[in-house]
């Protein structure tokens, strides 16, 4: 009997195979009770797995005993086949029993054995692959666990290497307006010599190929998704010709969607072929999907200078976007939330008077989003992470709320938002407050981000009808009430049945300080019952800014029992803390003797599990911290914790012992720490101090205790203000500016207070800073005559140059720019491309006042450019990007 097989032919217009039609014909054979390389017992090499009958009867008996794999001197079948390929696979399928294959080389006389499989288990189909020689012949041997029957089907085949393995012939993808993606697959890829070894995503061969041509913007993404291969890696080369020299332009390991690859080129050559090197991070094979696209232009606010202002409403108004064309923008602090960035865009906030701020995004197109806010002295500053979310809110949706301590009034800050699968869309967004004057924030939490299960809190205000509030599948949410001072406020707590209370809490919160809070376990009936005014509160302990000040070494007891306000740590200043702040106290001291410090945190209970954080040396106290921890414990052991104990490390995760190593200290330095309750059982802790080598820590070491400096550009000045916890014996502060950050001189003075156990607010005009960057600081000055200096504050200012936007925009033959210059102007006015590099460069004398610049631009490329005007003083002015049709 001979079986035709079918002609297979598999075609994919990227990572295409291609297998040649082929016809085989094959004769059914039968194992043999011996050794023996007859036609009878030859197996035909397939490119797939064609089962062929490999009977062992009762009737064979044991002729030969190989070694490994439970080998025995059982009764053994043979057959044999010739190598047609490097790579063979050898598959046997009992009907039952448990077979041995082994594999040899070499006249039947003389065996040489060469590999060996068993997977174990009656029934269960054994595979063995082998490296093989093409025309040289292999015996298998197949033997039963014991001497009985067993029938099955033997397959030999040798698949084919992919047709894009090999860079003779790699596979061509045409660049896409978006992401199409097409099955790929490194089954069987040998590894590419000659091309440089890619950089990233630990490479180690079975690698495969593509190529693309450059679209006319010169911008290609190229996106990796998982099939059976979940993390890829993937590189972009230029070459001068297929089998040249190669150039690795970019390699990337996890950019994309989980673990797989992602690339967003620019500075492509239009028209120009490159070469893609897919394989899986630290080898092996399977199947994955690819696609290369050329992205539209990036949007307006595709950086943080480009922000688009979001109005603060008194309601959640809406405003519908997209990051459609976004890129990632480079340099900017991970936010710790939302996945890996693909393409995010940008809008500026400015906080407003109350110091209230709630952000919400719900889903466009947009599947998943994520959005982080940061603080920063301008638009091209440094950036500073303060919070990030992608799920909090209802149904999973990105939610932020900020309140006094987190923001400052009239300060811009910028938000960032992206989706946390990697793809683009649209989306809505708002920012907005309360309008009342006087008013509680009611905010409520679920640690597990599912709702309180019907649980709620009723508010009544007065004589008006009593609310409900509570959380029906979100983590948090914030509700503004507003009231009169005097009017008598009613809270009430009802569990309703619901279960996992503990997980469950909440807080009235007035200015920066908590009115009343309850849970986890909240107590239920009426909690809270009072005639509360409009004044501020000062911030709980469970706050930075409101932590104590530790002013001797004796020990002392806390009993932490909420998060506070403020979310004083983020992905960035949090250390091992995972948790964040979880039920939590914060502390300050300042070592009046140096030395080294231990400590002991002994939890009331030993059964609670109790964390801490350690920040410094610094010389202010700084809230919320802005760097890593000094020392750091999250063990997820209980009972006692702190430093020492014969510990030599600094910081330890979940699987530490408890205990991180002492901390040298200087006299002076300041220090801020946080206790934690991870276990949340609102029980108290003790802590107790061991001073060695001269250390001790006091409140009279520093006349003045820093809260914070900060500054902003108001017109044309810069307004300095500065804050104080205490002072003693304190004369003046001296204003100091400088152009360089290095010399600094004097440029005004403010009396001090002398002594002071309250907060102090200082402010200062400069009323001509310098054009661009201006360095402050304030020396303090004791009434004996010694000096304490703040941290800088470095705030960009004046510049000469006011642009307005390139039009019209896009544009097919000339770009006009409304400049505004406050006296005639030497400009050089320069374009660049895409990638970054000089296309076109004009010198241009401007007059006084506001004059369009206009520039022929019929020439060049369609795609997209950037203008940038430099004035007499070197200063870069960004024009903004345009299009030529």
């Not at 501020?536 to 306000?565: E, Q, V, Y």
Request: charged share 10%; aromatic share 10%; with cysteine.
């Amino acid at each position: 009997m001979t079986t035709r097989l079918p002609v297979l032919a598999l075609r994919r217009s990227f990572g295409a195979l291609l297998l040649c039609a082929a016809t085989t014909m094959v004769s059914a054979q039968t194992a043999t009770d011996a050794c023996t390389y007859a036609a009878g017992n030859q197996y035909t090499v397939g490119a797939s797995c064609s089962p062929q009958t490999f009977n062992k009867p009762n009737a064979f008996t044991p002729t030969y005993t190989p070694t490994g794999c439970g080998a025995s001197a059982n009764d053994d079948a043979w057959g044999w086949f010739t190598a047609t390929a490097t790579n063979t696979i050898i598959t046997y399928t009992p009907g039952s029993g448990n077979p041995r294959i082994h594999l040899f080389d070499g006249a039947c006389g003389s065996l040489n054995q060469l590999a060996c499989m068993n997977a174990g288990g009656n029934g269960v189909a054994e595979t063995l692959t082998y490296a093989t020689t093409i025309g040289v012949n292999y015996m298998i041997r197949i033997q039963a666990g014991n001497n009985t029957a067993m029938n099955g089907t033997l397959c030999v085949w040798s698949p084919t290497v992919p047709a894009n393995d090999i860079l003779v012939e790699p596979l061509h993808s045409s660049v896409n307006s978006s992401c199409t993606n097409t099955a790929g697959t490194n089954a069987f890829a040998t590894n590419t010599a000659g091309p440089p070894a890619p950089t990233c995503a630990n490479y180690s061969g079975s690698d495969v190929w593509f190529t693309i041509v450059a679209p006319a913007s010169g911008s290609v993404n190229i996106e990796t998704s998982g099939g059976t291969i979940n993390d890829s890696g993937l590189a972009l080369y230029s070459a001068t010709a297929c089998g040249g020299t190669f150039t690795q332009l970019a390699c990337n390991d996890d950019n994309g969607v989980n673990l797989m690859s992602t690339i967003n080129q620019t500075g492509l050559t239009p028209g120009t072929t490159y070469y893609v090197r897919v394989w899986r991070y630290g080898g092996g094979t399977g199947t994955f999907n690819i696609c290369a696209w050329e992205p539209p232009p990036p949007p307006a606010n595709d950086n943080p200078c480009g922000a688009i202002a979001l109005a603060v409403n008194t309601s959640c108004t809406t405003t519908t976007t997209t990051n459609s064309g976004a890129t990632l923008t480079a340099g900017i602090p991970n936010p710790g939330c939302g996945n890996t960035i693909v393409g995010d865009v940008w809008f500026a906030i400015v906080a407003p008077a109350n110091e209230f701020l709630t952000l919400r995004i719900t889903p466009g197109t947009m599947t998943d989003p994520a959005m982080a806010l940061y603080s920063a002295p301008a638009c091209g500053g440094a950036m500073t992470l303060m919070q990030c979310d992608d799920n909090l809110g209802l149904g999973n949706e990105p939610f932020l709320t900020f309140t006094p301590g987190n923001l400052v009034t009239g300060q811009t800050y910028y938000l960032r938002v992206w989706n946390a699968t990697g793809s683009q869309g649209t989306f809505n967004l708002c920012a907005f407050t309360t309008g009342a004057s006087c008013f509680v924030a009611l905010r409520l939490f679920d640690d597990g981000n599912n709702g309180w299960g019907g649980s709620r809190v009723t508010v009544q205000v007065g004589a008006a009808p009593a609310v409900n509030y509570t959380l029906t599948t979100e983590g948090a949410n914030i509700f503004y009430i507003p009231f009169t001072a005097g009017q008598l406020i009613q809270v009430s707590y009802a569990t309703m049945g619901a279960p996992n209370q503990g997980q469950i809490y909440y807080f009235l919160q007035i200015g920066s300080g908590i009115l009343f809070s309850g849970g986890p376990n909240p107590a239920a009936g009426l909690v809270y019952a009072a005639l509360p005014s409009c004044g501020s509160i000062p911030p709980p302990a469970s706050d930075c800014s409101g932590g104590d000040r530790l002013c001797t070494g004796t020990s002392f007891t806390g009993s932490p029992s909420n998060t506070g306000t403020i979310a004083d740590l983020n992905f960035q200043t949090r250390g091992c803390l995972a948790a964040d702040e979880r039920q939590g106290n914060w502390y300050h001291f300042i070592p009046s003797a140096s030395g080294t410090i231990g400590m002991t945190i002994a939890p009331s209970d030993p059964a609670d599990d109790y964390d801490f954080a350690i920040w410094g040396p610094a010389i202010t106290k700084q809230c919320p911290p802005n760097t890593s921890p000094y020392r750091c414990s999250f063990s997820g052991n209980t009972g006692n914790t702190g430093l020492g104990n014969g510990a030599s490390d600094t910081s330890e995760d979940p699987s530490g012992d408890k205990w991180v190593s002492t901390m040298p200290v200087l006299v002076g330095e300041v220090y801020t720490m946080y206790i934690s309750n991870f276990s949340r059982s609102g029980l108290a802790f003790t802590l107790s101090w061991q001073f060695t080598n001269g250390a001790d820590i006091s409140c009279l070491v520093l006349p003045v205790e820093w809260l914070s400096f900060e500054g902003r550009p108001v017109d044309r000045t810069a307004e300095l203000e500065w804050v104080t916890a205490t002072e003693t014996g304190s004369s003046h502060y001296i204003v100091e500016r400088s152009s360089d950050g290095y010399t600094f001189e004097a440029i005004g003075q403010l009396p001090a207070a002398g002594n002071s156990y309250s907060t102090l607010t200082y402010q200062f005009t400069d009323a001509q800073p310098e054009r661009g960057l201006n360095y402050y600081r304030i020396k303090q000055v004791d009434l004996d005559g010694t000096t304490d200096l703040s941290e800088v504050v470095t705030l960009p200012f004046d510049r000469a140059v006011d642009l307005g936007k390139p039009y019209p925009n896009p544009t097919a033959d000339r770009i006009a720019i409304d400049i505004t210059v406050e006296e005639a102007e030497a400009l050089d006015i320069t374009v660049l491309d895409a990638s970054g590099r000089l296309v076109r460069t004009f010198s241009h004398r401007q007059e006084a006042g506001t004059h369009p610049f206009v520039a022929p631009v019929g020439d060049l490329e369609p795609g997209a450019y950037h203008l940038l005007v430099t004035d007499s003083h070197g200063e870069t002015t960004n024009g903004g990007r345009f299009i030529v049709e």
